[in-house]
């Protein structure tokens, strides 16, 4: 299942989260976000357990957009143990995003 995150839970959802998240930062109107998505969707059906899958929509929170300095989107950020540590821009196979969550 993928978390809509927000301001409000992303500390908790995100930083505080005890196995890997995956946060894709989209927008509605954005058509290579609406290609990614439904990989994003599924992997985190099959990563259940495993790793949680969050997204940002960029024009409803954009300050968690300008805090991790997403400038293009797709923007998929990977985190571990509540830090940033690897990311990817545009439209990546499912190996690449598969090599983000570990």
Not at 31 to 45: F, I
């Amino acid at each position: 299942m993928t978390i809509e995150l927000t301001a409000q839970n992303f500390e908790q959802e995100v930083k505080n989260a005890t196995v890997p998240v995956l946060v894709d930062f989209w927008a509605s109107w954005c058509g290579p976000c609406r290609m990614l998505s439904p990989l994003v969707d599924q992997l985190s059906e099959e990563y259940a357990g495993k790793a949680k899958f969050g997204k940002v929509n960029v024009d409803e929170q954009p300050q968690l957009a300008m805090t991790y300095r997403v400038s293009a989107i797709p923007t998929l950020i990977a985190f571990r143990n509540g830090q940033p540590v690897g990311s990817t821009v545009g439209v990546v196979p499912r190996s690449e995003i598969e090599k983000l969550i570990g």
